[in-house]
């Protein structure tokens, strides 16, 4: 299923719902995709703050599928290159008083998901994230040598 | 539009308590942040956040409660959060945001940790 978006913040609430439809829809938990929501919510953020750079008369792309287990998110776009993992930073200790505003987006969104890749193809931004169905893949079946 | 989260809010005691429905997200915290800042606004104000309507919060959100906490903290206020659901409590640990405003369970225990008096304790 792909779906086109206009590189807007009101868009984000829009790419959650469909993601949230077709993740259920696959067998994925109400508490994962609720997870995986979230994930695609700040990785759609993050492109319209900072490959777009809050240009709203842009467009990005979702491909959702199910690959082998997985419900997987592709989110596509012709914006400046920016690798959302790479900005990962752990998160602050302390109270408010001790942490700046901002900068947990992008650490919520790979944590939220089983799998994160981000790859440039091209003049695009490229980046695939999964939820995986049955169990998390570093979990062993009971018995497993 | 469909997005908007629409917060009620209510007096208990001397606790003010939003309670947000739905997604708390780039495009509906404005509002929720506009009723909750004010309200911290007061010296010594005690505000409640009840979350057991909330589907989900993002990062925006959690920046709104962040500066709510700064704000509380500046004007000696009490700041607190309630009834997370299994993501939102997930989204808290993972930002260790238990550690930016206090998490309670439900909101009898909330309102029974932050203004003793108003819930007759």
């Given at each position: 299923?792909?779906?086109?978006?206009?590189?807007?913040?009101?868009?984000?609430?829009?790419?959650?719902?469909?993601v949230?439809?077709?993740?259920?829809?696959?067998?994925l938990?109400?508490?994962?995709?609720?997870?995986?929501?979230?994930?695609?919510?700040?990785?759609?953020?993050?492109?319209?703050?900072?490959?777009?750079?809050?240009?709203?008369?842009?467009?990005?792309?979702?491909?959702?599928?199910?690959?082998?287990?997985?419900?997987?998110?592709?989110?596509?776009?012709?914006?400046?290159p920016?690798?959302?993992l790479?900005?990962?930073?752990?998160?602050?200790?302390?109270?408010?008083?001790?942490?700046?505003?901002?900068?947990l987006?992008?650490?919520?969104?790979?944590?939220?998901?089983?799998?994160?890749?981000?790859?440039?193809?091209?003049?695009?931004?490229?980046?695939?994230?999964?939820?995986?169905?049955?169990?998390?893949?570093?979990?062993?079946?009971?018995?497993?040598? | 539009?469909?997005?908007?989260?629409?917060?009620?809010?209510?007096?208990?005691?001397?606790?003010?308590?939003?309670?947000?429905?739905?997604?708390?997200?780039?495009e509906?915290?404005?509002?929720?942040?506009?009723?909750?800042?004010?309200?911290?606004?007061t010296?010594?104000?005690?505000v409640?956040?009840?979350?057991?309507?909330?589907?989900?919060?993002?990062?925006?959100?959690?920046?709104?409660?962040?500066?709510?906490?700064?704000?509380?903290?500046?004007?000696g206020?009490?700041?607190?959060?309630?009834a997370?659901?299994?993501?939102?409590?997930e989204?808290?640990?993972?930002?260790?945001?238990?550690?930016?405003?206090?998490?309670?369970?439900?909101?009898?225990?909330?309102?029974?940790?932050?203004?003793?008096?108003?819930?007759?304790?």
């Amino acid at each position: 299923m792909i779906l086109t978006l206009a590189s807007s913040p009101s868009t984000v609430g829009q790419a959650v719902e469909a993601v949230r439809r077709f993740a259920l829809g696959s067998g994925l938990d109400e508490a994962k995709t609720a997870a995986l929501g979230v994930a695609v919510d700040e990785a759609v953020t993050n492109v319209v703050r900072h490959a777009y750079r809050g240009d709203a008369g842009r467009v990005l792309t979702l491909a959702l599928s199910v690959a082998g287990d997985a419900v997987q998110v592709e989110i596509l776009d012709h914006g400046h290159p920016f690798d959302p993992l790479a900005e990962v930073t752990a998160p602050p200790d302390g109270g408010a008083e001790d942490r700046e505003v901002g900068g947990l987006g992008l650490l919520l969104m790979r944590e939220l998901v089983d799998e994160a890749r981000y790859i440039r193809d091209g003049d695009r931004n490229k980046l695939m994230l999964r939820a995986f169905v049955r169990h998390s893949p570093a979990r062993r079946e009971p018995g497993a040598a | 539009m469909g997005g908007m989260v629409a917060t009620s809010e209510q007096k208990v005691g001397n606790a003010s308590v939003l309670s947000p429905t739905g997604r708390v997200d780039v495009e509906t915290t404005p509002p929720l942040q506009e009723r909750l800042l004010p309200l911290l606004g007061t010296s010594g104000a005690v505000v409640v956040i009840d979350f057991s309507g909330v589907t989900y919060i993002s990062s925006s959100g959690l920046r709104a409660l962040m500066l709510g906490a700064k704000e509380a903290k500046a004007k000696g206020g009490k700041l607190a959060v309630c009834a997370l659901n299994e993501t939102v409590a997930e989204i808290f640990r993972i930002s260790r945001f238990n550690q930016v405003v206090p998490v309670y369970p439900d909101l009898r225990g909330a309102l029974t940790a932050l203004d003793p008096a108003g819930v007759g304790v």
